[in-house]
């Protein structure tokens, strides 16, 4: 028998917006006749997106695990 408590395992989530934001990037470099210009910007705003609601969701968990507990 095991008294330790379980720990709980978060789920890893794959980047989602990054996929999004080169792919949007892609359409405006081809719109732009300059790929690679839009692969980067595709880039960074699907990186910054990602870490916007990344730090969203782990703020929004942080609340619900503090109503838990309260």
């Given at each position: ?45 699907g ?8 730090e ?9 695990e ?5």
């Amino acid at each position: 028998m095991n008294t330790e408590p379980t720990i709980e395992k978060k789920e890893k989530r794959p980047p989602r917006y990054i996929g999004a934001g080169l792919a949007i990037g892609v359409g405006v470099g081809v719109a732009m006749d300059n790929i690679a210009v839009g692969i980067a910007i595709g880039l960074a705003v699907g990186a910054a997106l990602e870490s916007y609601h990344k730090e969203k969701r782990e703020k929004q968990e942080d609340d619900d695990e503090s109503q838990e507990n309260d």
